[in-house]
């Protein structure tokens, strides 16, 4: 199988570029046609990478990529998942080379290079690592279960017609396990298995004022102005130790054990790498609490965006009508999105000053998962992990959001393998996202090994 890496690796690597030159941006409406062009790519290289059964399913939204090859119905089924469409790259000028023009670029991290592209790590390069090993068990004689691929196209905008997929092909998408590889290793000399996700609760906010954009010379100081109050308003939904200030907010949550959360943070962390990575001097987060614990185990309140007024060149005095802000909530396990929206909605209209007027628009959700380490399936990762390391990986727990993950669990009675690849450092979602040559290839090593592994044990 390594072999067969080794003599294909710079077609792996051509082919993956081809890929993240396509901008599958999900939340932009001008990229359609892109979101298809993208889809039938992965369409096209699955059929190519030996894959009995392809097809593309249609949605109210876009389209998923559905892939089958089975040997033997008496082995093991594994359902892989992942998506093809990508973050929007904004803000473009803050990348060293255009987007959707793959380049790769050697970095301290990265010494065998990295690809630099939106999509490169999330998830377009985790999704490819899947197909890829797809061809190298079967161009080997070595795939030994059954393997089921669906690949979707809004997970970035909240796999807003999935959960009706899933409810509608349940006996299409039969398996004994998830496979995911949408998340992130310690480090290359640290490999870890993430065993749990935070989940997710995503709301627009906007507070109107006067009727009409005001000059704050004639006006300034009689009428309120909506910036200001929206900034005060964010303000108070924490407090000086980071506390999320909205009533009710954490009655669910559930509180690690000391025992828990030691062993938590027997995980590697060097805090000062972490802040020089970051170029900050110093970390925050809730009191009590150390930051491996704030970005896996605690829930988040941020500020994904915030605008009003005039932000173009120069000068314009003007008090404006409206303000507008993005405001996401991490989850723990027993937070449920709705409730939680629900009770931020409450708050967030409750304090609001006569002055204004505030609309609170909930977008999409997601909830919390824990994924077992007892699992036959777990195991296996990790055996294919240490084989392919030379290390047992570290179990992990992951502060982003996969909502399919608890979804798989109710729809279908399945739990999952958070199998990723990336490292934190890889700037997702940011200007100059990028992932490595080395994880991409060592990816598709270990994957196959995760087969090997999990059809033996499964006997």
């Known amino acids: 199988m390594n072999s067969y890496i080794e003599q294909h690796k710079n077609r792996f690597l051509t082919e993956l570029i081809e890929w993240l030159r396509i901008p599958s941006v999900s939340a932009d409406s001008k990229y359609k046609d892109d979101i298809r062009r993208a889809a039938n790519f992965a369409k096209t290289q699955l059929e190519t990478a030996g894959a009995d ?149 995503y709301v627009e906010l906007e507070v109107t004022g006067p009727n009409r954009d005001l000059h ?6 009689g009428v309120d102005n909506p910036i200001n109050v929206l900034c005060q308003m964010i303000t108070s939904l924490k407090d000086a130790n980071g506390h999320i ?18 062993e938590l943070n027997q995980a590697p962390f060097d805090l000062e790498a972490y802040k020089k990575d970051l170029g900050i001097d110093d970390v925050f987060g809730e009191a009590g609490y150390t930051t491996i614990e704030r970005t896996g185990i605690r829930p988040t309140l941020d500020v994904n965006g915030i605008w009003g007024g005039y932000i173009g060149e120069g000068a314009k005095t003007v008090l404006p009508s409206k303000a507008f802000a993005k405001i996401s909530m991490r989850l723990v396990p027993n937070q449920i999105p709705d409730e939680i929206t629900e009770l931020f909605q409450k708050h967030f ?23 077992p380490t007892d699992s036959t399936a777990f195991k296996a990762a990790s055996k294919a992990f240490e084989e392919a390391w030379g290390k047992k990986p570290v179990p992990t727990r ?54 090997k592994h999990y059809a033996e044990m499964s006997k």
């Open 398 to 451: 992951g502060g982003g959001s996969i909502p399919i993950v608890a979804l798989f669990e109710k729809e279908l009675g399945l739990k999952t393998v958070l199998m990723g690849f990336g490292l934190d450092s890889d700037a997702i979602h940011s200007p100059n996202e990028h992932y490595g040559v080395f994880n991409y290839l060592k990816g598709i090593e270990t994957i196959g090994l995760f087969y």
């Open 245 to 262: 200030t909205i009533p009710n907010f954490y009655d669910n949550v559930i509180e690690l054990t000391a025992e828990q959360r030691a």
């Open 216 to 221: 704050s010379g004639v006006y300034g100081g």
């Open 349 to 371: 209209e409750s304090i609001a000053p006569k002055t204004v007027k505030v609309q609170v628009r909930p977008h999409h959700g997601g909830h919390p998962a824990v994924t």
């Open 53 to 201: 059964f392809v097809e593309l399913c249609e949605t109210a939204g876009n389209p998923i990529v559905y892939a089958e090859k089975i040997i033997d119905f008496k082995l093991p089924t594994v359902l892989v998942y992942g998506h093809y469409d990508v973050q929007p790259a904004d803000p473009i000028n803050l990348w060293n080379s255009p987007p959707f023009e793959p380049i790769i670029q050697k970095t301290a991290l990265h010494p065998d290079g990295a690809i630099f592209a939106r999509g490169a790590c999330d998830d377009k390069g985790q999704v490819y690592m899947h197909i890829k090993a797809l061809e190298v068990m079967l161009q080997t004689d070595s795939l030994p279960c059954n393997l089921k691929i669906m690949i979707e196209g809004e997970e970035e905008v909240g796999s807003k017609n999935l959960e009706s997929f899933v409810t509608a092909h349940k006996d299409k998408l039969k398996a004994d396990v998830i496979l995911i590889s949408d998340t992130s290793i310690i480090g290359n000399d640290t490999p870890s298995l993430e065993v749990g996700l935070r989940g997710l609760s």
